[in-house]
């Protein structure tokens, strides 16, 4: 499995960007997938996922402003970042696995080299 993120980059507080993810050597649609940031000094957390089924769960600091979707036709894992803040700034990783796994807490095993979004003040 290989996944390469695109779409980061720098913008002014307020401003917009879509992160992509294109997912190979898989079937995508039968997994579930989700994205992550990490802050210099800080833990990495999660940021929003999404199941086989299309249900999306987001982090609370990102709920009305980030939009998570899928293309399986594209094997393409999308981000759509909106109102963007400085606190949004971060390297972003797009993740994949089996749902089951996802729902039983394992962690994701299969992860992207990641884009940078800075957010300006």
């Known amino acids: 499995v290989q996944l390469m993120e695109s779409g980061g980059g720098s913008v002014q507080a307020g401003g917009s960007l879509r992160l992509s993810c294109v997912a190979s050597?898989?079937?995508?649609?039968?997994?579930?997938m989700g994205w992550f940031r990490q802050a210099p000094g800080k833990e990495r957390e999660g940021v929003a996922a999404?199941?086989?089924?299309?249900?999306?769960t987001y982090a609370s600091s990102v709920k009305v402003r980030f939009t998570i979707s899928k293309d399986n036709a594209k094997n393409t894992l999308h981000l759509q970042m909106n109102s963007l803040k400085p606190e949004d700034t971060a390297m972003y990783y797009c993740?994949?696995?089996?749902?089951?796994?996802?729902?039983?807490?394992?962690?994701?095993?299969?992860w992207g080299q990641g884009t940078q979004v800075t957010v300006g003040s």
């Open positions: 993740a994949l696995d089996l749902c089951s796994w996802v729902a039983a807490g394992i962690p994701y095993s299969s």
């Open positions: 050597g898989l079937t995508f649609k039968n997994y579930c």
């Open positions: 999404i199941d086989s089924d299309n249900t999306t």
